[in-house]
Structure formats: structure tokens, C-alpha cells
């Protein structure tokens, strides 16, 4: 089971980019997605959250700019970043919690990380 992530790139203050996360796997039922993010010699921060009974949240640093939601299908969500600043700059890592419908085993996973930076 593994998470496909997407998106990512340079762009100018103010801009927009958005980042998708899939899981490439039938026998996974994603219960939590979610991005976080690291820059170098921090620790990782979550950014965004999502629930798929409809549930959000959001770091303080990124209310009312990032928007986290379900993309096209069960088990997939994106984030669309609007408006944003030098200090979005990080590598972003998709994660995802739930079930291996195979063994009922409970699992949390990480996508490789895709970086974002924002400069002019």
C-alpha cells in the first residue's frame, strides 16, 4: 500500500499550487488524510487534516489560505494553497490512517515528500 503524492513546485508570493495524495491500493480505507510539512532542522508540522465523514483542521499559519478536501474518489484528498508566503516553504509529505481491508490491520502511511518553495 503506498501514497501517491503530487504537485509542488516554485512559485511567486501570493501565488497558488495545489498538492494531491492518493492511495494506490483498493485493499486500504483511508479513515484520516492529512499534509504536513519540514523544512531543514525542524521538526514536522502538521498543516492540514481531513476526515472522511467531513471533518477539517488547519494550522493556525495556514486558516483561510490552504483548503484540505476530498479529491476524486475514497482515499484520495488535495490541498489547494492559496496566497502563499516565503514561509510555506518546505517539503510537503502526504499521510493517510486506516484499515488493510486484507488483514484488518490498522496502518499509517507517508507519501514521498514534494517540495514547495515560494520566492520571487
Known amino acids: 500500500v503506498q501514497l501517491q503524492a503530487s504537485g509542488g513546485g516554485l512559485v511567486q508570493p501570493g501565488g497558488s499550487l495545489r498538492l494531491s495524495c492518493a492511495a494506490t491500493t483498493t485493499i486500504f480505507s483511508a479513515d484520516v488524510m492529512a499534509w504536513y510539512r519540514q523544512t531543514p532542522g525542524k521538526e514536522r508540522e502538521l498543516v492540514a487534516g481531513f476526515t472522511f465523514n467531513g471533518g477539517t483542521n488547519y494550522a493556525d499559519s495556514v486558516k483561510g489560505r490552504f483548503i484540505i478536501a476530498e479529491d476524486n474518489g475514497k482515499n484520495t484528498v488535495y490541498l489547494q494553497m492559496n496566497s502563499l508566503k516565503p514561509e510555506d516553504t518546505a517539503t510537503y509529505y502526504c499521510?493517510?490512517?486506516?484499515?488493510?481491508?486484507?488483514?484488518?490491520?490498522?496502518?499509517?502511511?507517508w507519501g514521498q515528500g514534494t517540495q514547495v518553495t515560494v520566492s520571487s
Open positions: 499521510n493517510a490512517r486506516g484499515l488493510n481491508l486484507v488483514t484488518m490491520g490498522y496502518l499509517e502511511l
